[in-house]
């Protein structure tokens, strides 16, 4: 199955190639090529790696160090010594210059980092909220993809209606000139009709110009080449009737929104912390060499218990715990107002489904009835017992059926999708098992 998904990606992206994609390889494709999931795992990224920083909250740090040095100056030179050899009991003595090298190695463990722990406590709760946000951002995609995808095949069906419409507009023009040539009709009659014509003739190429923008948007979404011609292989669904489908299964912005929420009171409390004295354990070995008095007495080592308290900082931790308390008063804001839109949007949503799939049923009915409109209209100009004007009138009412049929289709479809992605569920539910 790898290799055969990697071969149909290689084709898709070659230019000027017509391939056929079916609604699940438009999906796959979104999910790898995707520049909006491609932000998201990028943020997830950096929030992990600032998890990783965190955790210098209660690991040690070691490190080494060397130095080379050289010192030459009145303080090393003529140093007065003691020598009771001397009446004066002291002669001067030279010790410099002093040059020589000195490594160590240390070892730092902090035992007590109030404000570290809560800021790491704060990306861990932050790394959840991207995640939480990127499964929501794939729902959100497998939407927009279904959305493109099924906006071509409602192009395709407008097109397909348009050809059908010049054929019965040809026809028409074709019975109107035997009817002139036979001295039934007037001139009026092939005039309308051939009108009619290229009215026709101009919609189709609307539409093809409209479906091949259609094509741009998803094939920029898939990542695939412009000049590549798509044929969708997924039918176009029957719309699903409203129902009551239970429960929300919650909403993933939404629970991003909350674990953004308390990682914001996290970061509170760690500016709050910072008021607290920090301890670490300092361990230190350090070696020397060179010449006096380096040889001598500069190997050693050191064990020792720091205690850092910053009493005062300038006002700089003031500040920050101020602008901490109105980050997270914004971030509840936005949790508020994700909240009310949520409500919103649910509620739309069961109206729209509702409002579409009827406003479907409707339109069946109509082009029902306008089909049989247009075959007695036919009926009864070819017995000349109707006029051209009649005839005309029915096709245009057919053609306006037919086509707010097929977008009545679509648009009851898309608010089936819509209404499952407002209550936390897979928007390709609302199609039916055979296109999950």
Same mark, same amino acid.
């Given at each position: 199955m790898r290799y055969i998904r990697a071969f149909t990606a290689a084709v898709l992206m070659i230019p000027g190639t017509a391939c056929a994609l079916s609604l699940d390889e438009a999906l796959i494709k979104a999910?790898?090529?995707?520049?909006?999931?491609?932000?998201?795992?990028?943020?997830?990224?950096?929030?992990?790696?600032?998890?990783?920083?965190?955790a210098q909250a209660f690991l040690p740090t070691l490190s080494a160090d060397a130095s080379w040095l050289r010192a030459d100056s009145s303080l090393i030179t003529n140093v007065p010594v003691p020598d009771p050899r001397r009446p004066t009991g002291i002669r001067p003595t030279d010790f410099g210059p002093i040059e020589g090298s000195v490594t160590g190695v240390q070892l730092v463990q902090p035992l007590f980092n109030a404000d570290a722990l809560q800021l790491r406590a704060a990306s861990g709760l932050q790394i959840d909220a991207r995640r939480q946000a990127?499964?929501?951002?794939?729902?959100?995609?497998?939407?927009?993809?279904?959305?493109?995808?099924?906006?071509?095949?409602?192009?395709?069906?407008?097109?397909?209606?348009?050809?059908?419409?010049?054929?019965?507009?040809?026809?028409? &023009?074709?019975?109107? #000139? /035997?009817? +002139? @040539?036979?001295?039934?009709?007037?001139?009026?009659?092939?005039? =309308? *009709?051939?009108?009619?014509?290229?009215?026709?003739?101009?919609?189709?190429?609307?539409?093809? &110009?409209?479906?091949? #923008? /259609?094509? +741009? @948007?998803?094939?920029?979404?898939?990542?695939?080449?412009?000049? =590549? *011609?798509?044929?969708?292989?997924?039918?176009?669904?029957?719309?699903?009737?409203?129902?009551?489908a239970g429960a929300s299964a919650g909403r993933k912005d939404l629970e991003a929104r909350k674990l953004a929420a308390k990682a914001a009171d996290?970061?509170?409390?760690?500016?709050?912390?910072?008021?607290?004295?920090?301890?670490?354990?300092?361990?230190?070995?350090?070696?020397?060499?060179?010449?006096?008095?380096?040889?001598?007495?500069?190997?050693?080592?050191?064990?020792?218990i720091t205690l850092q308290w910053t009493v005062f900082d300038g006002l700089g931790r003031?500040?920050?715990?101020?602008?901490?308390?109105?980050?997270?008063?914004?971030?509840?804001?936005?949790?508020?107002e994700t909240r009310r839109r949520i409500e919103r949007e649910q509620a739309i949503a069961i109206s729209r489904w509702q409002a579409g799939y009827a406003a479907w049923q409707a339109r069946e009915e109509s082009t029902v009835a306008a089909q049989t409109a247009a075959r007695l209209a036919s009926r009864r100009y070819q017995e000349n017992l109707g006029s051209m004007t009649d005839l005309l009138t029915a096709r245009a009412q057919l053609d306006r059926a037919r086509a707010e049929l097929i977008d009545a289709r679509y648009q009851a479809v898309l608010a089936a999708m819509n209404h499952h992605l407002q209550h936390g569920r897979d928007p390709l539910l609302a199609l039916g098992e055979s296109y999950q």
């Open positions: 999910r790898e090529q995707a520049t909006t999931l491609q932000t998201l795992d990028a943020e997830t990224r950096q929030a992990e790696s600032r998890h990783t920083q965190s990127r499964q929501w951002g794939q729902l959100a995609l497998r939407l927009e993809v279904a959305r493109r995808y099924f906006n071509i095949v409602r192009l395709s069906s407008q097109q397909k209606a348009a050809e059908q419409s010049r054929q019965a507009a040809t026809h028409a &023009a074709e019975m109107a #000139e /035997a009817s +002139y @040539q036979q001295g039934m009709t007037a001139r009026l009659d092939v005039e =309308q *009709t051939r009108a009619e014509l290229a009215a026709t003739q101009a919609k189709i190429s609307q539409t093809l &110009a409209a479906r091949q #923008e /259609a094509e +741009y @948007q998803l094939k920029s979404l898939l990542g695939m080449a412009a000049q =590549q *011609t798509l044929q969708m292989d997924t039918p176009f669904p029957e719309p699903a009737p409203p129902i009551d996290r970061r509170i409390r760690a500016t709050e912390a910072e008021w607290l004295p920090r301890v670490n354990l300092l361990a230190r070995q350090q070696w020397g060499q060179g010449n006096e008095p380096l040889d001598g007495n500069a190997d050693g080592w050191l064990v020792a003031q500040g920050r715990i101020a602008e901490a308390r109105a980050d997270a008063q914004k971030v509840r804001t936005e949790l508020e």
